[in-house]
């Protein structure tokens, strides 16, 4: 067993993110696919989060774990469903990252973050039958009358 100060005298150790040498040539192009799609969607904000080749390549570096194992076609489906997301004006669609997009395509746009079709229209509950309406119409008037009572209406 080691001591404290063992533990704080030794670096910790830092998991790199995965490098181009580490992938397949599938891999490689997974990962170049979802950037090149990336940056079709929205050029001007693609410039702005990775202005230069560098930080490209970074992020491409740390994001490479994630989009790894997508296949091409996964990728377009994530990028449909940005597309009818944003042409549905679904809130939180004007701009597309990194992680939303991935999000997009491992779930299909469902999920928790992704507000894709998480909302729908109130159906209320109907009563059982006709005699559950009728007492529910009773008591309800009974208790309006109550009501009405204590304001001598």
Do not use: C, W
Not at 6 to 13: D, M, N
Not at 43 to 70: S, V
Not at 121 to 147: H, I, T, V, Y
Request: net charge neutral; hydrophobic share 35%.
């Amino acid at each position: 067993m080691k001591n404290i100060s063992t533990i704080l005298s030794q670096p910790p150790e830092l998991k790199r993110p995965m490098g181009s040498d580490e992938l397949s040539r599938e891999q490689r192009d997974s990962v170049a696919y979802f950037f090149l799609r990336l940056s079709l969607l929205n050029r001007e904000q693609y410039d702005r989060q990775f202005p230069d080749e560098k930080t490209e390549a970074l992020a491409k570096r740390e994001y490479a774990a994630h989009l790894k194992d997508f296949t091409r076609e996964q990728i377009d489906a994530g990028m449909a469903t940005y597309h009818e997301n944003r042409q549905a004006g679904v809130e939180g669609f004007q701009f597309l990252d990194a992680d939303r997009a991935i999000g997009l395509i491992r779930n299909g746009g469902v999920g928790e973050g992704n507000p894709a079709r998480i909302h729908r229209l109130f159906e209320p509950l109907a009563l059982p039958d006709k005699n559950a309406q009728d007492r529910a119409r009773k008591s309800g008037e009974s208790e309006l009358a109550k009501m009405r009572g204590m304001f001598d209406l």
